[in-house]
């Protein structure tokens, strides 16, 4: 990962985020919004009961999204956003994961990804799916579609595809 990954600003359409919270029904826990940009995900999903971090670089998003927090009287228990490049980041204590970043950059996060995260977590792709990842569920359509990922599945799946390789 030596690149510089960065990502232009786009922020989750209403009908993005629905699907993205569509996905996440059911589960609990910590959750990583990865370019978490004015805040909209973090948002919604600490309204549904996670415990969110938002990883934002861009100071002026950043300044945003805990203003807005501020004002609307969500407690830092509930979201909380950091000014960190989350590739340099250890995500290993986040058990959801979401994301809406660009293709380009989909491969590298994977990696990143299956180093890190333990296995019972989901990771929710935007927009952008991962190339070579199995997909549990999907939400919408076009621009608005997103992808559940599981871990376990993920790996299980990667695991075999370098099994049947070898052979």
Known sequence: MAAVKKVPYLPSSKDQTLNTMKLLEGRTGRLADLGSGDGRLV?????????????EINSILLAY?????????VPS????????????TDLSKYNNVTAFLAP??????GEKLIKELPDD???????F???NWPHQLSSGTGLDQT????????RSSLRNVSSVAMK
């Open 129 to 131: 799916p991962f190339p």
């Open 121 to 127: 977590a989901r990771v929710i792709a935007c927009r």
């Open 147 to 154: 992808w559940a990922y599981d871990m376990s599945t993920v």
């Open 104 to 109: 380009g950059v989909m491969d590298a996060l």
């Open 65 to 73: 999204a805990r203003s807005k927090a501020q004002w609307t009287g």
């Open 43 to 55: 948002f919604a999903a600490s309204s549904a009961g996670f415990e969110c971090t938002g990883f």
């Open 77 to 88: 228990s509930k979201a909380t956003f950091v000014k960190k490049d989350f590739w340099k």
